[in-house]
């Protein structure tokens, strides 16, 4: 982002530095009242709206609004898999494709890249964990990922919303699956980061966790991340992860509340 | 519908789009003209299909319609040097210093399709999937026919095609 400024803080893992009066103009990631570029602070989700049966020939769908991010979450299935299919279990594939306005540049290649193909692998590899599998031999699910509009990580609303696709299609899972990148900008564990935070050269951690079970799913660290921040950033996340919980377990009793007209 | 089936249907679609809007007559192309010889807005149209219940046709150049009408083209500033004959373009940095585009005259797409001697517009999926022969037409708000395209191996005969422009024009 050209916007930054050159003299920006210092390394934030250099311990030693004091940050707050050492650098000049540009903008701060977190202004000195303590609130975030959009608002935010530092301990705050984006927010998060949901809505069921979008896609209504499909078995379950979640239409997920999360900030700036919005995304399509269908699931087909369990349906009779191929013949050379694992025998005991169901198989989950997944299929990830973004449109072409979703970033502010078109984008060409929409599906296929490097990118998408790491997110479906990492999403596939998590919902064979967290999904019920041994209820369903010789049969296949399907979830289709469309990305409508992109803010930075598209990784954490598609798991949060694949979960709430799949509570609607009724396929028993372990626990549900939240997902929530942290930062640690400027001496402060900051959560939810949008585009603009992520791009920073900062420690950043995403962690995907089983909520109710406290089973870290996945942890992803693409970055340094000192030893001595490194609890902190953890026990960040976790609480991220926790109130997206209460947020996605709110949504669906909202969503059964209205289906039984209750 | 799967496959490459799924791929010539759409790209039949792009193609019928493309010529409604590259048609001198039926969009104004020159008010994408910022500086005669030098710079012009180029303009992507991108339609997500979020869910096909038939006739897709019509429904994509509805939202085409819609799209474009709202359109916000950024205001500009150009800076044209008659002596050295450069000339630069700034954009501004307002956001709500727009123009809109003139869409006025453009054509929509209708699609008559015959189901059993039965002229059927506006189709649900069930009912595209027995027709066996449809024409679209591209119909201008004067009412003036720029484009038709027939679809579907049945075949029609002079008096259906008349009776099916006549439909068309009515929808």
Redesign the interface.
Known sequence: MDTSSPTQKKKPNELTSTLTTDYISGFDLISIEGYRQDGRKPDELRHFRVSFN??SDADGSCYMEHGNCKL?ATIYGPYEGESRSNQEQAVITCDFSM???CVSE?RLRTFGDMKSQKLQMAIQRVFQQAVNTETYPKSQIDIHL?I?QSDGNDYCPCVNATTLAFINAGIPMKDFVCSSTVGYIQNKCIIDLNQQEEQQKSPQLTLTLMPQRNDIVALTCESRVHHDIYNDMLDAATSANLQLFHLMKQAVINQLKTALHV | MFGRHRRQYTKQIARSLNYILNNPKCFDLTQLCVVKGHHCWLV?V?I?V??YEGNLHDACSFAMKAALSETKVPALKVNHDEETNEVSVDVCDDPYQYGVLDVSNLPVLITVGQINGVHTVDTTIKEDSVTLARITYGIKPSGSIVYMNKDGGGSLDLLNIRSMGKVCFIY
Do not use: I, P
């Open positions: 979008v896609v399509l449109t072409s306005y078109r469309k409508l | 992507h991108d997500s979020l869910r």
